[in-house]
């Protein structure tokens, strides 16, 4: 039976990275060796380590525009931390909107370096909308965005202005929409939904953003250090990064953010579609700032959760189950992902319908 594989993450690759990856850890590259065995200092590698590096910036159209690209370890996580390690003066002050658990995350864990303010927050009603009009204090190191929230289905759709530095979490939503990049002093995003599998994380800064720190900060955690080491500081996660360069040369041998937006756009619209046009279920988000990778929503009556549950499973229907926190369905539609996974889902939600109605 196909399986639809909706898991949030770590998510859906492309069959064709799937094949390769499978390929490389058992003969990389006919080389008799096995890519997870060989050195990080193999030739080899440090080739894919540093096309995966430009390809990231030609994918987001930042290539020669004093922007370096990092592939670190350590996940999205770590980098709350080191965004504040690096870019946070000593008696500064740091800017967080609070869209979600994980911007709460970031904001909360940036707290340990120095002050840091909420310039706004949805956590008013849930999450489940997106703060507009929001006024950024001038006095601010950075301001920290989390572009798309997993849990909650919500998504940026216009940022907010300002000329202090803009950090942004893109972990769920990089590669998968146009926008102009250059705006962003500073994206970072981990692998495991767009950009490859877990075990990695994509960092873009701005080279002139460094440097202006007045902190001491340790070389594993100083991006200056492993732009100057090749993200080499340390031995890197050599199958992860190889995903991430797969998935990379695949989105761009599609055509693109472009053509992955026309394709995300299309499945957006048929999920939500179907949650707004079947009588079982209910959505979450404002329509306004529903996310194109996370679909969230409910049943009206949650004693029907079991039969939808079943139901899904002898579909193959995988990972719907919504986060933990906050319970009900969610389906993740990454780059990834066909349509036709999308389609035979709303197949399923129309067939339940027809039965409990």
Not at 259 to 278: V, W
Not at 326 to 355: D, H, W
Request: proline content about 3%.
């Amino acid at each position: 039976m196909k399986m639809h594989n909706f898991s949030s993450g770590p998510s859906i690759l492309p069959p064709e990275v799937l094949q390769k990856a499978s390929e490389a850890v058992l003969n990389f590259n006919n080389s008799g060796l096995s890519l997870i065995e060989i050195s990080h200092r193999d030739t080899s590698f440090v080739e894919i380590m540093n096309s995966a590096r430009s390809l990231a910036l030609e994918l987001l159209n930042l290539q020669g525009k004093g922007y370096s690209a990092l592939l670190l370890q350590g996940g999205a996580s770590l980098e709350f931390v080191r965004v504040a390690n690096n870019l946070m003066k000593v008696d500064g002050k740091a800017g967080y909107l609070n869209t979600g658990n994980w911007a709460n995350n970031a904001k909360n864990d940036a707290a340990y370096f120095g002050e840091v303010i909420e310039v706004a927050s949805s956590k008013d009603k849930n999450y489940s909308y997106i703060p507009k009009n929001i006024l950024v204090p001038n006095d601010l190191d950075y301001l920290h965005i989390t572009s798309n929230n997993t849990i909650y289905g919500t998504q940026f759709k216009e940022f907010p202005e300002t000329d202090i530095p803009l950090v942004c979490d893109m972990s769920s939503d990089i590669f998968s929409r146009n926008l102009d990049f250059s705006k962003f002093d500073l994206i970072y995003a981990c692998a495991q939904k767009n950009a490859g599998t877990s075990g990695v994380n994509l960092i873009v800064v701005k080279d002139e953003l460094l440097d202006k720190t007045n902190r001491s900060i340790p070389n594993i955690m100083n991006y200056k250090k492993h732009i100057e080491r090749e993200s080499m500081y340390n031995t890197p996660s050599v199958f992860s990064v190889y995903v991430s360069y797969l998935t990379m040369k695949w989105l761009k041998d599609l055509g693109g953010i472009t053509a992955a937006e026309r394709r995300n756009n299309a499945k957006a619209n048929l999920m939500y579609s179907e949650i707004d046009r079947n009588s079982l279920f209910y959505g979450t988000a404002a329509i306004e700032d529903r996310s194109t990778m996370n679909a969230t929503f409910f049943l009206k009556d949650e004693n029907q959760t079991k039969a939808f549950d079943e139901l899904c499973s002898s579909e193959g229907i995988y990972g719907v189950k919504g986060h933990r926190v906050f319970g009900g369905y969610r389906a993740s539609m990454y780059n990834a992902l066909p349509i036709t996974s999308v389609q035979k889902f709303v197949e399923v939600m129309q067939y339940f319908e027809t039965r409990y109605m």
